[in-house]
């Protein structure tokens, strides 16, 4: 059974940081895409980053140049350093696991946590 656990949200001012974690366990997690998405009320679920298993990264427009994804495999654990932050980054941030090569697409990922809500006042 693949569980996936975020933790690490918060509120915020803008031009704050966090950093979130998603501590994954009951499989290989080395062998898997692993990404972040964020959704806000009333809105679709949206990519923001993800790392694969060789270590490459990839990050939607807004977010380049703020946000760093890395992932600690002795750990198990995924983060999402999030620097710089801005009004519009308010969401629910989810953790997303998948075994095949990255997308940015959230219905490609069969594996999710259960959400940490990330708040930035202006």
């Known amino acids: 059974q693949v569980q996936l656990v975020e933790s690490g949200g918060g509120s915020v001012q803008a031009g704050g940081s966090l950093r979130l974690s998603c501590a994954a366990s009951?499989?290989?997690?080395?062998?898997?895409?692993m990404a972040w998405f964020r959704q806000a009320p009333g809105k679709r679920r949206e990519f923001v980053s993800a790392?694969?298993?060789?270590?490459?990264?990839s990050y939607t427009d807004s977010v380049k140049g703020r946000f760093t994804i890395s992932q600690d495999n002795a750990k198990n654990t995924l983060y999402l350093q999030m620097n710089s932050l801005k009004p519009e980054d308010t969401a629910m941030y989810y953790c997303?696991?998948?075994?095949?090569?990255?997308?940015?697409?959230?219905?490609?990922?069969?594996?999710w946590g259960q959400g940490t809500q990330v708040t930035v006042s202006s």
């Open positions: 997303a696991a998948r075994f095949a090569r990255c997308s940015w697409y959230y219905y490609d990922f069969g594996y």
């Open positions: 790392i694969d298993s060789d270590g490459g990264t």
């Open positions: 009951g499989y290989t997690y080395s062998a898997s895409c």
